[in-house]
């Protein structure tokens, strides 16, 4: 798991850059905030957040299977990962910052997710 990013990866890295081919800047993985957001806007008070969706348990998708080794070790993992990311989410909704969560398995379908982006973004 050591060689497992959570920095950078494919998928943040296309969100990236959909937002920036659509005019905004943004700060990436600011550590003050819970949860460590992948893209911040400060002024308008946004975040996104990039899931993979095995490690952050998208529900009812494919690629959130579990895996046929070690399952104990991994449900406890994941599902540690999926209660972590609740308490981040409302935490920050308590401080006041609108968050949305990009789900990797969106991005293979561009029109609707820069569509969804940028409702976010302007409203």
Sequence with gaps: MARVRGKNTVPEM????LVYSMGY????????????????????RKLIFVH???????TGC????????????????????KAR????????RRAGWRVLVVWECQLLKTLPLSK????????
Excluded: M
């Design 85 to 92: 990311d609740r308490r981040n989410l409302r935490r920050l």
């Design 25 to 44: 800047r943004y700060r990436l993985h600011v550590r003050s905030l819970p949860g460590t957001p992948d893209l911040v806007f400060r002024k308008a």
């Design 116 to 123: 969804r982006i940028g409702g976010f973004l302007v409203a």
């Design 52 to 58: 993979g969706c095995f490690w952050h348990r998208h």
């Design 62 to 81: 494919v690629l959130a299977r579990w895996p046929k080794s070690r399952t104990s070790f991994w449900r406890e993992k994941l599902q540690a990962n």
């Design 14 to 17: 296309r969100v990236r850059r």
